[in-house]
């Protein structure tokens, strides 16, 4: 992700954090009006020129254009706080998706002996768990097939891979056992979030031991919890209708920068 696009994944979690801030139904705070501006403004003046030059298309950004209309719309109207959070979440979402299309943007997926990080991912999963590795491995081999023409599989492969890491690194006791863990709604054991948040938070409090206790929390919920949530949570989706091959690209991109997050793998 350039610099810019950082910046503003950077300013939309302190946006998301000061709204959900407001105690009132609708958003009548001034200068947090002015941020959301600011932001709106940010994105159309120097994201959009920075993507343009680096070769992206007009058409990447229709999502993204409309979402931060809307988000600049609700500054100038009394709108629901509810409204703005869902918004900043899209927006999120949207940029996410763009940095996901520039790794496999018009490339042909690299093999397991041909990419550095892959190795480095396989080398380790082989360490942890060699069914993860498998699963990870035929994902990628699935990919280089140019004659496939079901890709289902290759998403489960992708996920398996995913689950089996965080139920290695995290077991239902160990996360249950944490002081007031609660099962989330309509669960029977601790969710793919919650033992992701379990991990980092662990390793954040055990080996860093930097910033508070509190901050280790909200940046693991809202950024990186999230983010392998919705991996799994788009993976397991695949598998129940038609996916086709660019669409296991994206999931094999969230996949790798979840596992190398958690394995701690950089390359």
């Known amino acids: 992700m350039n610099g810019v696009a950082l910046q503003l994944q950077k300013r939309v979690e302190v946006l998301i954090r000061g709204v959900r801030r407001i105690k009132t139904k609708q958003l009548n705070v001034t200068a947090l009006k002015s941020d959301l501006q600011s932001f709106v403004h940010q994105y159309f003046t120097d994201f959009r020129p920075v993507y343009f030059s ?16 809307e988000l600049l719309r609700c500054t100038q109207r009394r709108s629901l706080v ?14 996410n998706e763009l940095e996901m299309r520039s790794l496999i943007g018009g490339q042909v997926p690299i093999g397991p002996k041909d990419d550095l990080r892959n ?12 069914s993860a590795a498998i699963s990870y491995e035929q994902g990628l081999i699935d990919l280089q097939d140019g004659k496939r023409r079901s890709w289902r599989g290759t998403a489960v492969e992708f996920r398996e891979s995913l689950r089996e890491v965080l139920d290695m690194l995290a077991s239902d006791e160990a996360v249950k056992s944490q002081p007031g863990f609660q099962l989330e709604k309509d669960t029977k054991g601790p969710t793919m979030k919650q033992k992701a948040v379990f991990i980092l938070k662990s390793r954040k409090t055990l080996s860093k031991q930097i910033k508070p206790f509190a901050d280790a929390i909200d940046i693991v919920d809202e950024i990186i ?7 799994y949570e788009r993976s397991s989706v695949a598998t129940h209708s038609h996916v086709s091959r660019d669409e296991v690209l994206t999931i094999k991109s969230y996949v790798e920068l979840a596992l190398s997050e958690l394995l701690e793998v950089r390359g």
């Open 54 to 69: 680096r070769g992206g298309a007009e058409a990447d950004l229709v999502d993204v254009d409309s979402i931060m209309q």
């Open 82 to 95: 509810s409204l703005y959070v869902t918004n900043l979440k899209n927006v999120t979402l949207a940029l």
């Open 119 to 130: 190795r480095r991912l396989l080398e380790t999963l082989e360490k942890l768990s060699r």
């Open 225 to 231: 919890g999230k983010f392998v949530r919705s991996v």
